[in-house]
């Protein structure tokens, strides 16, 4: 009979660590100093910022997942890639809704279709389209190829997204890190505060992933022990 694992010390720990890391990152944000020209309300950079990386890069680690069950057919890569995706989007959402609320006093609306927003709702609906996917098909097999395809070909539209500042005329500030530069357009008074809420929300897509991947592994279990119950 298949047993499922309990939360494990590194899960936890993952956690507990991320919380303080967040606390630390939180008391740097509200500690460093006001920006010259935005004021406060730059602040919501440090919760804007952080969750626009780990989100975004969490989509390459999902792509990882499913070439990996696409190669071995395993189901356990498809139900991590599904918990990766799905803590990517809990991430990106926070990313949309801190950067409307840093865009109405800032750009004076809280949306507006420029390019940078526009390729990240396209990122969106492309993701909550995964999920959609997923429930509409009954076959656990095709279910878990048609996911993978999707997270395959979804993330090329993350380069667009992050590039879009760039290769369009945009209200969208440039990134805060630009890798065909190498130059940062922050403050080095306040990257301390932003290095370490990356790191905080680094820590804790770890631990939201590993613990949603344990409740995948419980249902998965359950569903094989059902009909056996029957």
Do not use: C
Not at 2 to 7: A, N, V
Not at 90 to 107: A, E, Q
Not at 145 to 156: E, M, N, P, R, Y
Request: glycine content about 6%.
């Amino acid at each position: 009979m298949s047993q499922t694992k309990p939360m494990n010390a590194l899960t936890l720990g993952s956690l507990i660590l991320g919380l303080l890391a967040l606390g630390v990152g939180a008391f740097l944000a509200f500690t460093a100093p006001p920006d010259a020209n935005q004021g406060h309300v730059y602040r919501i950079i440090f919760l804007h910022v952080p969750s626009a990386w780990v989100g975004l890069v969490a989509l390459f680690i999902a792509v990882a997942y499913s070439v990996l069950y696409l190669a071995t057919s395993k189901p356990h890569y498809d139900r991590v890639a599904t918990a990766v995706i799905e803590v990517a989007l809990l991430f990106l959402s926070l990313t949309l809704l801190s950067g409307m609320l840093w865009g109405r006093p800032t750009w004076g609306v809280y949306w507006t279709w420029e390019p940078r927003l526009t390729t990240f709702a396209i990122l969106l609906v492309v993701y909550i389209g995964y999920f959609v996917v997923r429930s509409a098909i009954e076959d656990p097999e095709l279910r878990a190829k048609a996911s993978a395809a999707i997270s395959i070909l979804g993330a090329v539209n993350v380069p667009i997204t992050y590039m879009s500042v760039k290769w369009w005329r945009s209200i969208h500030q440039t990134q805060t890190f630009d890798p065909t530069t190498g130059r940062s357009n922050f403050d080095p008074a306040m990257l301390p505060a932003l290095l370490v809420n990356i790191l905080a929300f680094s820590i804790l897509f770890v631990a939201f992933v590993r613990v949603r991947s344990l409740l995948a592994e419980r249902e998965a279990v359950r569903q094989e022990m059902s009909p056996q119950a029957g």
